[in-house]
């Protein structure tokens, strides 16, 4: 089992994680929005700072980051050949630095794509939020279910 801590906040992030789990037939993922209540009490081992800079995994009780949660996820659901190249020599060091970026940017790039595309910036199910990004109030600032 591969619990994958995300950004719920990120729509973009959000977006991706859907996909994968749409592709999650043997029910081999498990989703964890690092901003949900009680994260801390839940998995203490997991820093949401860090969380919030780097992709953070759990595979086997080994902690996995960044780009390595990826290949690992969609490697798990039969996809893997879409991300085989994140590890070949000179892609794996170029991807990886596009990452990096792409995660310390990751609020702004999702905006536009949200923008353009319509991308959910909530995950609601049967009218329930299950995300933890989901707005109770429209002053709630920290982006948390009160």
């Not at 759990?58 to 960044?66: C, H, I």
């Not at 999702?110 to 995950?123: D, M, N, V």
Request: hydrophobic share 40%; net charge positive.
């Amino acid at each position: 089992m591969l619990t994958i801590f995300y950004d719920g906040n990120c729509p973009l992030c959000l977006a991706e994680m859907n996909h994968l789990k749409k592709h999650d037939k043997a029910f081999l993922i498990n989703l964890v929005d690092i901003h949900q209540q009680n994260f801390t009490t839940l998995y203490p081992t997991i820093n949401v700072d860090d969380a919030m800079k780097i992709l953070h995994g759990l595979y086997n009780d080994q902690l996995l980051l960044g780009l390595e949660v990826t290949h690992r996820a969609w490697t798990l659901v039969g996809k893997g050949f879409w991300v085989a190249p994140l590890n070949w020599p000179v892609v794996k060091t170029l991807s990886h630095w596009v990452y990096l970026v792409m995660a310390k940017y990751r609020h702004q790039i999702s905006a536009f794509f949200a923008k353009i595309f319509g991308l959910p910036t909530t995950q609601f199910i049967s009218g329930k939020c299950i995300s933890g990004t989901c707005y109770d109030k429209s002053t709630n600032t920290d982006n948390r279910r009160k």
